[in-house]
């Protein structure tokens, strides 16, 4: 990864560290400016060859699969056993299992689906340009997020092959057409909790729609510093919660700018819960909210209204290692982490949880890939790949 320092410290961590001195002050949606300016990013290569996995979903606490580079595992007994599933030409970069039994694959130039607990993976079809990410809830309705701009590296760890600035597409087939539903512009990052609500972000911007995506309102614009080329993330849980990451692509001295929002009443009003603090001041300077011990950060996993976990690495650390935090209260309070095998932060990090208790991180070790899991809300962590 360039620009960084090989080895780190990954940290996944939950929603805060504690109160600093001015109380991350909430934002309502009056406050709202300009569209930031968005300078074109660098290119980054597709991860054809990468030895590491790329991303992680699970349907429940027994049954989930992994993918990477030209294939997919899959386990039905919570990890205890791997069986390859997929082998094939294309790289798996993103995963939405539904339903212990139904589930969608994103390769680089492919959409795969199963239908029988993940034994088998069928294409099915592809819009022009391809989709870069999928969210079903259920097995006919879902959107997607196609095309876009290549991101910058250092939000690799956030997503595995990033776009910024994608269209909005929706099927009502499995996934077999899609429909361009670009009232919403040019997204980042989409989350649906049901067929006709969800959220659709974009840098410093959040959308929201109650139709279903046929039409979107702009409910925040944050108050972040506009030179900044930031790339942003969201989670959802029910039809009033959502979690939205915002980061930058670049940063300086082995630092990356980032802050972690929450709204909890449909969008009125959003609280900034974490931040990177040597950016305080500076690239969101109207607030200062809590400070978490993470250089750069990762992805974001979503459990419930008031639980959600978050990656993020530290390119300083010699050796690479991982620790886990984690709140069920909106981040008014934070477990102290535990330290987690196996991994370490010279590629993408994917993470997900299907509760409070059971959740699993996967990404690159010394050996080429692993997988570490954990069945008390990461208090303690075993390596299962």
């Known amino acids: 990864m360039p620009g960084v320092t090989i080895g780190a410290l990954v940290a996944v961590l939950l929603c805060t560290c504690g109160p600093s001195s001015h109380g991350g002050r909430a934002i309502t949606t009056d406050n709202a400016r300009r569209p930031p300016h968005h300078v074109t990013p660098v290119a980054y290569s597709p991860p054809d060859t990468r030895p590491g996995l790329d991303a ?29 599933r997929y082998t094939g030409p294309d790289t798996i970069v993103g995963l939405d299992l539904l339903t212990p039994r139904v589930g969608w694959a994103v390769g680089i130039h492919t959409l795969l689906r199963t239908l029988d607990d993940g034994q088998h993976w069928a294409p099915v079809g592809e819009p022009t340009p391809p989709l870069r990410s999928v969210d079903f809830v259920t097995p006919t309705d879902g959107w997607g997020i196609a095309g876009g ?12 092959w990033p776009f910024g600035g994608g269209t909005v597409v929706r099927t009502r087939d499995g996934g077999r057409t899609w429909t361009p539903q670009p009232a919403a512009g040019a ?79 449909d969008g009125r009003h959003w609280r900034p819960v974490l931040d990177e603090g040597y950016f305080e001041g500076a690239s969101y300077p109207d607030y200062r909210a809590y400070v978490v011990p993470a250089n750069y950060i990762g992805p974001l996993s979503v459990v419930d209204a008031t639980t959600a976990y978050l990656a993020g690495l530290n390119y300083q650390s010699p050796s690479g290692f991982i620790a886990i935090a984690s709140t069920d209260d909106g981040g008014q309070a934070l477990r102290r982490p535990a330290t987690a095998p196996g991994l370490r932060g010279t590629g993408p990090v994917a993470l997900a949880f299907v509760d409070a208790a059971h959740g699993w991180v996967v990404g690159q070790s010394g050996q080429g890939s692993a997988i570490v899991a954990t069945s008390d809300g990461g208090q303690t962590w075993a390596r299962q790949l």
Request: net charge positive; charged share 20%; aromatic share 12%.
């Open 56 to 84: 992680v979903s699970f349907a429940n606490d027994e049954v989930g699969c992994v993918g990477g580079a030209r294939r997919i595992l899959c386990t039905t007994d919570a990890g205890r056993h791997w069986v390859p």
């Open 149 to 160: 701009t290549p991101r910058d590296y250092a939000v690799t760890n956030q997503v595995a």
């Open 187 to 265: 997204v980042d990052g989409l989350c649906f909790s049901g067929p006709a609500t969800g959220w659709a972000v974009r840098a410093a911007r959040v959308w929201r729609t109650r139709d279903g995506g046929r039409s979107w309102r702009t409910v925040v614009r944050f108050p972040l510093y506009y030179g900044a080329r930031w790339f942003a993330s969201v989670g959802c849980a029910g039809s009033r919660t959502a979690w939205v990451l915002v980061a930058a692509g670049v940063g300086a001295s082995n630092q990356q700018p980032y802050v972690l929002y929450r709204t909890g009443d």
